[in-house]
Protein backbone atom coordinates (compact mmCIF):
# COMPACT_ATOMS: atom_id res chain seq x y z
CA UNK A 1 0.00 0.00 0.00
CA UNK A 2 1.39 3.16 -0.81
CA UNK A 3 1.52 6.52 1.29
CA UNK A 4 -1.12 8.07 -0.96
CA UNK A 5 -3.61 5.22 -0.63
CA UNK A 6 -3.10 5.38 3.43
CA UNK A 7 -3.43 9.26 3.09
CA UNK A 8 -6.22 9.09 1.55
CA UNK A 9 -7.58 6.06 4.26
CA UNK A 10 -6.98 9.09 6.73
CA UNK A 11 -8.84 11.79 4.85
CA UNK A 12 -12.07 9.15 4.46
CA UNK A 13 -11.99 8.79 7.95
CA UNK A 14 -11.65 12.23 8.94
CA UNK A 15 -14.91 13.24 5.84
CA UNK A 16 -16.79 10.73 7.82
CA UNK A 17 -16.90 12.35 10.82
CA UNK A 18 -17.40 15.67 9.05
CA UNK A 19 -20.34 14.60 7.35
CA UNK A 20 -21.70 13.23 10.56
CA UNK A 21 -21.22 16.87 12.09
CA UNK A 22 -22.57 18.36 9.16
CA UNK A 23 -26.06 15.89 9.67
CA UNK A 24 -25.73 16.99 12.71
CA UNK A 25 -24.87 20.60 12.76
CA UNK A 26 -27.66 21.66 9.59
CA UNK A 27 -30.37 19.72 12.06
CA UNK A 28 -29.99 22.50 14.54
CA UNK A 29 -29.55 25.25 11.60
CA UNK A 30 -33.05 23.71 10.72
CA UNK A 31 -34.19 24.15 14.39
CA UNK A 32 -33.19 27.88 13.90
CA UNK A 33 -34.92 28.64 11.19
CA UNK A 34 -38.22 27.49 12.61
CA UNK A 35 -37.38 29.65 15.91
CA UNK A 36 -36.70 32.38 13.60
CA UNK A 37 -39.56 31.88 10.85
CA UNK A 38 -41.85 31.49 14.86
CA UNK A 39 -40.51 34.83 15.54
CA UNK A 40 -40.27 36.95 12.45
CA UNK A 41 -36.14 37.13 12.71
CA UNK A 42 -33.83 37.65 10.01
CA UNK A 43 -31.93 34.55 9.05
CA UNK A 44 -28.64 36.51 8.84
CA UNK A 45 -27.05 37.44 12.17
CA UNK A 46 -23.83 39.21 11.14
CA UNK A 47 -22.62 39.66 14.79
CA UNK A 48 -23.14 35.79 15.80
CA UNK A 49 -21.13 34.96 12.40
CA UNK A 50 -18.30 37.02 13.48
CA UNK A 51 -18.28 35.14 17.08
CA UNK A 52 -18.44 31.88 15.05
CA UNK A 53 -15.72 32.83 13.21
CA UNK A 54 -13.41 34.47 15.65
CA UNK A 55 -13.71 31.25 18.13
CA UNK A 56 -13.03 28.68 14.89
CA UNK A 57 -9.64 31.13 14.29
CA UNK A 58 -8.39 31.01 17.83
CA UNK A 59 -8.97 27.06 17.60
CA UNK A 60 -6.67 26.94 14.87
CA UNK A 61 -3.35 25.13 15.96
CA UNK A 62 -1.72 27.05 13.32
CA UNK A 63 -0.82 30.71 12.42
CA UNK A 64 -1.14 29.52 8.75
CA UNK A 65 -4.43 27.97 8.90
CA UNK A 66 -6.58 31.11 10.61
CA UNK A 67 -7.57 32.51 7.22
CA UNK A 68 -8.34 28.51 6.08
CA UNK A 69 -10.61 28.20 9.09
CA UNK A 70 -12.09 32.06 8.52
CA UNK A 71 -13.17 30.70 4.97
CA UNK A 72 -14.14 27.52 5.93
CA UNK A 73 -16.70 28.51 8.73
CA UNK A 74 -17.94 31.29 6.57
CA UNK A 75 -18.67 28.69 3.33
CA UNK A 76 -20.47 26.69 6.30
CA UNK A 77 -22.63 29.14 7.81
CA UNK A 78 -23.48 30.43 3.98
CA UNK A 79 -24.63 27.10 3.61
CA UNK A 80 -26.58 27.23 6.54
CA UNK A 81 -28.42 30.17 5.99
CA UNK A 82 -29.39 29.12 2.24
CA UNK A 83 -30.89 26.05 4.03
CA UNK A 84 -32.88 28.30 6.48
CA UNK A 85 -33.79 30.09 3.39
CA UNK A 86 -35.24 27.35 1.75
CA UNK A 87 -37.20 26.20 4.66
CA UNK A 88 -38.60 29.71 5.55
CA UNK A 89 -38.89 31.31 2.16
CA UNK A 90 -39.98 28.06 -0.05
CA UNK A 91 -41.01 25.27 1.33
CA UNK A 92 -43.15 26.45 3.90
CA UNK A 93 -45.44 29.09 1.76
CA UNK A 94 -45.87 26.62 -0.46
CA UNK A 95 -47.01 23.66 1.49
CA UNK A 96 -49.03 25.24 4.10
CA UNK A 97 -52.45 26.73 3.77
CA UNK A 98 -52.50 30.50 2.74
CA UNK A 99 -52.89 32.23 5.67
CA UNK A 100 -56.14 33.74 6.15
CA UNK A 101 -56.44 38.25 6.23
CA UNK A 102 -58.02 39.86 8.73
CA UNK A 103 -61.89 39.88 8.70
CA UNK A 104 -62.24 43.27 9.82
CA UNK A 105 -59.93 44.40 6.30
CA UNK A 106 -61.89 45.59 2.90
CA UNK A 107 -62.11 46.66 0.02
CA UNK A 108 -58.91 48.12 -2.18
CA UNK A 109 -57.10 51.49 -1.18
CA UNK A 110 -55.63 53.04 -4.31
CA UNK A 111 -53.42 56.55 -4.42
CA UNK A 112 -55.52 59.13 -6.00
CA UNK A 113 -59.11 60.19 -5.78
CA UNK A 114 -61.46 58.01 -8.56
CA UNK A 115 -60.34 58.47 -11.88
CA UNK A 116 -57.26 58.27 -11.20
CA UNK A 117 -54.84 55.76 -13.09
CA UNK A 118 -54.50 53.92 -9.81
CA UNK A 119 -58.39 53.69 -9.39
CA UNK A 120 -58.74 52.39 -13.07
CA UNK A 121 -56.38 49.52 -12.16
CA UNK A 122 -57.81 48.62 -9.33
CA UNK A 123 -61.04 48.21 -11.30
CA UNK A 124 -59.13 46.38 -14.15
CA UNK A 125 -58.24 43.60 -11.75
CA UNK A 126 -60.97 43.38 -8.84
CA UNK A 127 -64.10 44.51 -11.41
CA UNK A 128 -67.23 45.94 -9.13
CA UNK A 129 -66.63 43.12 -6.71
CA UNK A 130 -64.90 44.54 -3.97
CA UNK A 131 -64.86 48.32 -2.39
CA UNK A 132 -62.46 50.60 -4.26
CA UNK A 133 -61.06 53.20 -1.48
CA UNK A 134 -58.99 56.67 -2.53
CA UNK A 135 -55.62 56.93 -0.35
CA UNK A 136 -53.70 59.67 0.51
CA UNK A 137 -49.70 58.48 -0.29
CA UNK A 138 -48.08 55.03 -0.76
CA UNK A 139 -47.54 55.26 2.93
CA UNK A 140 -50.61 55.28 3.95
CA UNK A 141 -52.18 52.42 1.90
CA UNK A 142 -49.30 50.09 3.01
CA UNK A 143 -49.87 51.40 6.56
CA UNK A 144 -53.97 50.43 5.68
CA UNK A 145 -52.99 46.95 4.56
CA UNK A 146 -50.99 45.85 7.54
CA UNK A 147 -53.10 46.89 9.82
CA UNK A 148 -55.93 45.09 8.34
CA UNK A 149 -58.39 48.23 7.24
CA UNK A 150 -57.48 47.46 4.19
CA UNK A 151 -57.98 43.89 2.47
CA UNK A 152 -55.85 45.22 -0.56
CA UNK A 153 -53.84 47.91 -1.91
CA UNK A 154 -52.70 48.38 -5.48
CA UNK A 155 -49.58 50.52 -6.11
CA UNK A 156 -47.96 51.58 -9.07
CA UNK A 157 -44.61 49.87 -9.49
CA UNK A 158 -42.61 50.10 -12.53
CA UNK A 159 -43.93 52.65 -16.04
CA UNK A 160 -42.59 51.77 -19.46
CA UNK A 161 -40.85 54.95 -20.48
CA UNK A 162 -39.70 56.27 -16.86
CA UNK A 163 -38.63 52.98 -15.50
CA UNK A 164 -39.41 51.39 -11.57
CA UNK A 165 -40.66 53.59 -9.39
CA UNK A 166 -38.74 53.80 -6.13
CA UNK A 167 -41.16 55.03 -3.53
CA UNK A 168 -42.99 51.93 -4.24
CA UNK A 169 -40.36 49.41 -4.24
CA UNK A 170 -38.52 50.51 -1.05
CA UNK A 171 -41.86 50.69 0.74
CA UNK A 172 -42.09 46.65 -0.58
CA UNK A 173 -38.92 46.10 1.04
CA UNK A 174 -39.34 47.83 4.43
CA UNK A 175 -42.92 46.76 5.01
CA UNK A 176 -44.07 43.09 5.71
CA UNK A 177 -46.13 43.39 2.48
CA UNK A 178 -46.93 41.02 -0.66
CA UNK A 179 -47.36 41.28 -4.17
CA UNK A 180 -50.31 39.01 -5.02
CA UNK A 181 -51.17 40.03 -8.38
CA UNK A 182 -50.15 42.36 -10.85
CA UNK A 183 -52.14 45.07 -13.95
CA UNK A 184 -50.56 46.67 -16.84
CA UNK A 185 -52.38 49.55 -17.60
CA UNK A 186 -51.50 52.02 -21.08
CA UNK A 187 -51.08 55.24 -19.92
CA UNK A 188 -53.34 58.30 -22.17
CA UNK A 189 -53.10 61.46 -20.72
CA UNK A 190 -54.75 64.52 -21.77
CA UNK A 191 -55.08 68.16 -20.76
CA UNK A 192 -57.76 69.03 -18.64
CA UNK A 193 -59.84 72.60 -18.65
CA UNK A 194 -62.54 74.67 -17.13
CA UNK A 195 -65.37 74.53 -19.52
CA UNK A 196 -64.36 77.66 -21.70
CA UNK A 197 -60.90 77.29 -21.19
CA UNK A 198 -58.79 78.49 -24.33
CA UNK A 199 -55.50 76.29 -24.67
CA UNK A 200 -53.59 79.47 -25.81
CA UNK A 201 -54.67 81.24 -22.48
CA UNK A 202 -52.94 78.40 -20.11
CA UNK A 203 -49.69 79.73 -18.30
CA UNK A 204 -49.88 76.76 -15.72
CA UNK A 205 -50.00 72.52 -15.78
CA UNK A 206 -51.23 70.48 -12.68
CA UNK A 207 -50.47 66.80 -12.08
CA UNK A 208 -48.49 64.40 -10.62
CA UNK A 209 -44.36 64.33 -11.56
CA UNK A 210 -44.41 61.24 -13.33
CA UNK A 211 -47.40 62.06 -15.33
CA UNK A 212 -45.63 65.67 -15.48
CA UNK A 213 -42.43 64.06 -17.03
CA UNK A 214 -44.59 61.18 -19.09
CA UNK A 215 -45.76 64.84 -21.48
CA UNK A 216 -42.90 66.69 -20.83
CA UNK A 217 -41.80 66.94 -25.08
CA UNK A 218 -45.89 68.81 -25.28
CA UNK A 219 -45.59 70.61 -21.98
CA UNK A 220 -41.71 72.11 -23.58
CA UNK A 221 -43.21 72.55 -26.83
CA UNK A 222 -45.93 74.85 -25.34
CA UNK A 223 -43.96 76.55 -22.94
CA UNK A 224 -46.52 75.96 -19.77
CA UNK A 225 -44.97 75.83 -16.14
CA UNK A 226 -45.10 72.87 -13.71
CA UNK A 227 -46.52 72.33 -10.72
CA UNK A 228 -46.33 69.22 -9.41
CA UNK A 229 -49.55 67.57 -7.25
CA UNK A 230 -49.94 64.59 -5.22
CA UNK A 231 -52.01 62.40 -8.04
CA UNK A 232 -53.34 63.42 -11.56
CA UNK A 233 -56.50 63.18 -9.62
CA UNK A 234 -55.97 65.84 -7.10
CA UNK A 235 -54.77 67.95 -9.69
CA UNK A 236 -58.05 67.46 -11.51
CA UNK A 237 -60.38 68.06 -7.87
CA UNK A 238 -57.86 71.19 -7.25
CA UNK A 239 -58.85 72.92 -10.88
CA UNK A 240 -62.90 71.85 -10.42
CA UNK A 241 -62.82 73.88 -7.62
CA UNK A 242 -61.58 76.92 -9.16
CA UNK A 243 -62.36 79.25 -11.84
CA UNK A 244 -58.89 79.97 -13.16
CA UNK A 245 -58.62 79.31 -16.80
CA UNK A 246 -55.43 79.61 -16.74
CA UNK A 247 -54.42 76.57 -15.40
CA UNK A 248 -54.49 73.27 -16.82
CA UNK A 249 -54.71 69.53 -15.50
CA UNK A 250 -52.73 66.33 -16.76
CA UNK A 251 -54.25 62.91 -16.48
CA UNK A 252 -56.48 60.12 -17.55
CA UNK A 253 -59.66 60.92 -20.10
CA UNK A 254 -61.92 59.41 -17.05
CA UNK A 255 -61.07 62.20 -15.60
CA UNK A 256 -63.78 64.33 -17.41
CA UNK A 257 -66.14 62.06 -15.95
CA UNK A 258 -65.42 62.35 -12.57
CA UNK A 259 -65.26 66.49 -12.47
CA UNK A 260 -67.11 69.39 -14.05
CA UNK A 261 -63.58 69.74 -16.45
CA UNK A 262 -63.05 69.16 -20.27
CA UNK A 263 -60.54 67.33 -22.20
CA UNK A 264 -59.09 70.17 -23.90
CA UNK A 265 -56.28 68.00 -25.78
CA UNK A 266 -56.12 64.16 -26.06
CA UNK A 267 -52.62 61.90 -26.00
CA UNK A 268 -50.70 64.58 -25.36
CA UNK A 269 -48.10 61.84 -23.42
CA UNK A 270 -44.68 61.51 -24.66
CA UNK A 271 -44.35 59.01 -28.32
CA UNK A 272 -43.47 55.34 -26.94
CA UNK A 273 -45.13 52.54 -25.56
CA UNK A 274 -46.28 54.37 -22.25
CA UNK A 275 -47.83 51.19 -19.79
CA UNK A 276 -47.55 51.62 -15.91
CA UNK A 277 -47.62 48.60 -14.23
CA UNK A 278 -49.33 48.29 -10.36
CA UNK A 279 -48.84 45.50 -8.33
CA UNK A 280 -51.70 44.38 -6.10
CA UNK A 281 -50.32 44.13 -2.13
CA UNK A 282 -52.08 42.48 0.75
CA UNK A 283 -50.31 42.28 4.52
CA UNK A 284 -50.28 37.88 3.92
CA UNK A 285 -49.01 36.35 0.91
CA UNK A 286 -50.81 34.02 -1.51
CA UNK A 287 -48.92 30.97 -3.01
CA UNK A 288 -50.66 29.81 -6.01
CA UNK A 289 -49.22 26.28 -8.21
CA UNK A 290 -50.19 28.96 -11.85
CA UNK A 291 -47.78 31.61 -10.82
CA UNK A 292 -45.56 32.81 -13.96
CA UNK A 293 -43.55 35.48 -12.37
CA UNK A 294 -41.92 36.67 -9.15
CA UNK A 295 -40.32 39.79 -7.78
CA UNK A 296 -37.68 39.54 -4.89
CA UNK A 297 -35.38 41.98 -2.69
CA UNK A 298 -31.67 40.61 -2.63
CA UNK A 299 -28.70 42.04 -0.40
CA UNK A 300 -25.83 41.06 -1.53
CA UNK A 301 -22.47 40.69 0.47
CA UNK A 302 -20.55 44.23 -0.47
CA UNK A 303 -17.67 42.62 -1.76
CA UNK A 304 -16.33 42.00 -5.42
CA UNK A 305 -18.09 39.29 -7.66
CA UNK A 306 -21.34 39.08 -5.49
CA UNK A 307 -23.84 40.92 -8.09
CA UNK A 308 -22.27 38.49 -10.73
CA UNK A 309 -22.63 35.36 -8.62
CA UNK A 310 -26.59 36.35 -7.71
CA UNK A 311 -27.50 36.93 -11.51
CA UNK A 312 -25.27 33.81 -12.26
CA UNK A 313 -27.58 31.56 -10.27
CA UNK A 314 -30.67 32.94 -12.37
CA UNK A 315 -28.66 32.17 -15.76
CA UNK A 316 -28.13 28.81 -14.62
CA UNK A 317 -31.23 27.92 -13.89
CA UNK A 318 -32.35 29.24 -17.32
CA UNK A 319 -34.08 32.14 -15.68
CA UNK A 320 -35.16 35.25 -17.35
CA UNK A 321 -34.97 38.63 -15.45
CA UNK A 322 -37.77 41.09 -16.57
CA UNK A 323 -36.18 43.94 -13.91
CA UNK A 324 -33.11 44.65 -11.66
CA UNK A 325 -32.88 48.01 -9.69
CA UNK A 326 -30.69 48.86 -7.72
CA UNK A 327 -32.24 51.01 -3.96
CA UNK A 328 -29.92 53.09 -1.94
CA UNK A 329 -29.73 51.45 1.66
CA UNK A 330 -31.29 54.20 3.91
CA UNK A 331 -28.28 53.75 7.17
CA UNK A 332 -25.81 52.27 4.52
CA UNK A 333 -24.72 54.98 2.46
CA UNK A 334 -23.42 53.94 -0.95
CA UNK A 335 -24.55 50.33 -0.61
CA UNK A 336 -27.57 48.89 -2.84
CA UNK A 337 -29.81 46.40 -2.58
CA UNK A 338 -31.22 44.72 -5.71
CA UNK A 339 -35.34 44.55 -6.76
CA UNK A 340 -35.31 41.98 -9.22
CA UNK A 341 -38.48 40.61 -11.70
CA UNK A 342 -38.23 37.03 -12.94
CA UNK A 343 -39.82 35.15 -15.17
CA UNK A 344 -41.37 31.61 -13.58
CA UNK A 345 -43.52 30.82 -10.22
CA UNK A 346 -42.29 29.70 -6.55
CA UNK A 347 -43.95 25.92 -7.50
CA UNK A 348 -41.33 25.37 -10.17
CA UNK A 349 -38.37 23.11 -9.33
CA UNK A 350 -36.01 25.80 -10.73
CA UNK A 351 -37.19 28.79 -9.33
CA UNK A 352 -36.86 26.73 -5.85
CA UNK A 353 -33.47 24.97 -7.09
CA UNK A 354 -32.40 29.04 -7.89
CA UNK A 355 -33.48 30.57 -4.97
CA UNK A 356 -31.09 27.56 -2.86
CA UNK A 357 -27.95 29.89 -4.24
CA UNK A 358 -29.89 33.01 -3.77
CA UNK A 359 -29.80 32.13 -0.45
CA UNK A 360 -26.14 31.36 -0.20
CA UNK A 361 -24.89 34.21 -1.99
CA UNK A 362 -27.54 36.69 0.00
CA UNK A 363 -26.51 37.69 3.18
CA UNK A 364 -30.48 38.23 3.11
CA UNK A 365 -33.31 38.41 0.90
CA UNK A 366 -37.12 38.32 1.07
CA UNK A 367 -39.69 36.92 -1.88
CA UNK A 368 -41.86 39.56 -2.33
CA UNK A 369 -44.28 37.36 -4.08
CA UNK A 370 -45.30 35.19 -6.63
CA UNK A 371 -48.51 35.92 -9.34
CA UNK A 372 -49.46 35.92 -12.44
CA UNK A 373 -48.08 38.60 -15.08
CA UNK A 374 -50.74 40.98 -16.93
CA UNK A 375 -50.74 39.84 -20.47
CA UNK A 376 -50.15 43.56 -21.66
CA UNK A 377 -46.37 43.43 -19.84
O1 LIG B 1 -27.14 31.40 15.15
C1 LIG B 1 -27.98 31.67 14.27
O2 LIG B 1 -28.75 32.65 14.36
C2 LIG B 1 -28.09 30.81 13.09
O3 LIG B 1 -29.01 30.96 12.33
C3 LIG B 1 -27.02 29.82 12.80
C4 LIG B 1 -25.97 30.38 11.86
C5 LIG B 1 -24.89 29.24 11.73
O4 LIG B 1 -25.03 28.43 10.85
O5 LIG B 1 -24.00 29.21 12.58
C6 LIG B 1 -26.56 30.67 10.55
C7 LIG B 1 -26.94 31.92 10.17
C8 LIG B 1 -26.67 33.12 10.96
O6 LIG B 1 -26.23 34.18 10.17
C9 LIG B 1 -25.74 32.86 12.07
C10 LIG B 1 -25.35 31.60 12.43
Not at 74 to 95: D, F, T
Not at 315 to 341: C, G, K, S, V
Not at 346 to 353: E, I, T
Not at 355 to 362: F, M, N, P, Q, T
Request: hydrophobic share 35%; charged share 20%; aromatic share 8%.
Amino acid sequence: MDELHTYRQEIDAIDEQLSTLLNQRMAVSRAVANYKAAHDNHVLDNQREQEVIDKAKARSDREDLKDYHETFFRQLMALSRAYQHSLINVENPINSENKEYPSTAQGVAYLGEQGSFSDKAAENYFGDKINRIPASSFRSIVEGVIQGTWLYGILPVENSLNGSIAQALDLFRDHQIFIVGEVVLPIRHCLLGLPGTNVDGIKKVISHPQALEQCSLYIDQIGFRREPRTSTASAAAELAKTDDRSIAAIGSPQLADCYPLIILKEDIQNPGNNFTRFAVIRSQPIYQQDTDKMSLFCRVPHVSGSLYQLLHCFAQHNLNLLNLTARPMENNPWHYDFYIDLEGGLHQSSVQSALKDVGRICETYKILGSYRHDQLS
